[in-house]
């Protein structure tokens, strides 16, 4: 399993991005996926997770609102739309995969198995 995120960049604060992370392994689109960020000096932090279907979704308090996290399992591709950035929203992020789950939607990163390369987001004042 290989997940790959991209999308990243440099945007002021107000401005949107949105995060890919393509996904190779067959039974990828049956598992749950995640984003979560890491800030420089931080522990890793939950951001959104989404079933296998797309039907449920779990957000960190910080992003809830702001943030939509989607999948397209024909094109085997997860997304997260970040709108209304902040400062503090500036972190590597990465795309994870829990083959344990189908419809959990946890926060725990210990659960997500395989964890790709990050995308780095930098959100400017």
Not at 1 to 15: D, E, I, K, N
Not at 37 to 64: C, D, L, M, W
Not at 83 to 92: H, I, K, R, Y
Not at 105 to 125: A, E, F, K, L
Request: charged share 15%; glycine share 10%.
């Amino acid at each position: 399993v290989q997940l790959q995120a991209s999308g990243g960049g440099l945007v002021q604060a107000g401005g949107s991005l949105r995060l890919s992370c393509a996904a190779s392994g067959r039974f990828v689109s049956t598992w749950t996926m995640g984003w979560f960020r890491q800030a420089p000096g931080e522990e890793q932090e939950f951001v959104a997770a989404i079933s296998s279907t797309g039907h449920i979704t779990n957000y960190a308090a910080s992003v809830k609102g702001r943030f939509a996290i989607s999948r397209d399992n024909a094109k085997n591709t997860l997304y997260l739309q970040m709108n209304s950035l902040q400062p503090e929203d500036t972190a590597v992020y990465y795309c994870a995969a829990d083959p344990k789950s189908y419809i959990r939607v946890g926060p725990n990163p210990h659960r997500y198995d395989y964890r790709g390369q990050g995308t780095q987001v930098t959100v400017s004042s």
